[in-house]
């Protein structure tokens, strides 16, 4: 048990998927996991641990920004023993190849700051993705018929963005789409030698302005919850 989530030693299985919102943690379990355990609702943020295919597996929410999924991937890694983290979210697509219901596999997260920031001071640090889960995932993808993308997004620290020319920026390089949590938990992955993925659905769209209706976001997402756990498991 740590100050932000309330298992005991034992209720957190080594692979974790980390959706942001923790009402969507609970649909997930109730979805897809055998037998899903309530484990932690400290502070509403929820976490099931259950299993698919045999195979233990804890869906724990992370809350919404970088510093609020540093303090739970901090806690699983270093408390639980987590090994394999993969965030399971949505993104707001930056390239016009990039539609609406669109998985995106995050190869590398760009960032302005995160809370490591000041670890690295001056360096500019790159974080990526576990390659392993990143071919896995990609294969289970293809699979599914799922359309897919791979390469790097850029990890916001704020949601009311009011850097235009920043965003420019982003769709002149490449950047497939824009979420808020990733490259922290690229960051912690490789200070601690766990595996980690970020799996996102595009669920709205910077450029042509889409946007998925709320009723039709759980149902889309679920391509992206199969392709996280066939991946942790491949």
Known sequence: MTIHIGAEKGQIAETVLMPGDPYRARWAAETYLDKPELV?????????????????????GSGMGMPSLSIYANELINDFDAKTLIRIGS???????????DVILAMTASTVSTPSRGIFRELGFAPCADYGLLAAAHKAAEAKGTTTHVGGIYSSDTFYDER???????????????????????TLAARYGR????????SDHLITGEALPSDQRERSFGDMVEIALEAAFA
């Open 40 to 60: 932690n609702e400290v502070r509403g943020m929820l976490g099931y641990t259950g299993t698919w295919k045999g195979h233990r597996v804890t869906i724990q």
């Open 91 to 101: 993104c707001g697509g930056m390239q016009d190849k990039v539609g609406i219901r």
């Open 195 to 202: 595996r980690a993925l970020a799996i996102l659905t595009v």
């Open 164 to 186: 235009p020319d920043l965003n420019e920026q982003m769709v002149r390089h490449g950047i497939l789409g824009v979420e808020m949590e990733a490259a922290e938990l690229y």
